[in-house]
Nanobody, 129 residues
Framework: QVPLVESGGGLVQAGGSRRLSCAGSGRTLSTYNMAWFRQAPGDEREFVAAISWNGARTYYADSVKGRFTISRDDAENTVYLEMHSLKPEDTAVYSC??????????????????????WGQGTQVTVSS
């Protein structure tokens, strides 16, 4: 198990910003590609962003490209999601996830939830119009 704890969610006005954190405990995250997904009520889980285990590559869903930034601080064993220019349609529960494969090729980024083996409990982000 790789317990993950997300934080940073809350209520924000449209156009505002928020930073989400995903902290790992019990095992280092530094050897895994990491991702953020989100799920709105009634919708399927949606890929948001991912970062390779070595930080060399990031990948974003088209809906957040240019507004969101994923990063990692291996010294803190934490992955972040900086969100700017938030829109009401960004409202969802945001969860971080750990790739199933240790040190997967950094050129390969999985966008399906099936590629991730460990998940946090999620943090709610609500964007008001």
């Amino acid at each position: 198990q790789v317990p993950l704890v997300e934080s940073g969610g809350g209520l924000v006005q449209a156009g505002g910003s928020r930073r989400l954190s995903c902290a790992g405990s019990g095992r280092t995250l530094s050897t895994y590609n990491m991702a953020w997904f989100r799920q709105a009520p009634g919708d399927e889980r949606e890929f948001v962003a991912a970062i390779s285990w070595n930080g060399a590559r990031t990948y974003y869903a088209d809906s957040v490209k240019g507004r969101f930034t994923i990063s990692r601080d291996d010294a803190e064993n934490t992955v972040y999601l900086e969100m700017h220019s938030l829109k009401p349609e960004d409202t969802a529960v945001y969860s971080c996830a750990v790739d199933r494969v240790v040190k997967r090729d950094s050129k390969v980024i999985i966008t399906s939830p099936l590629g991730y083996g460990y998940w946090g409990q999620g943090t709610q982000v609500t964007v008001s119009s």
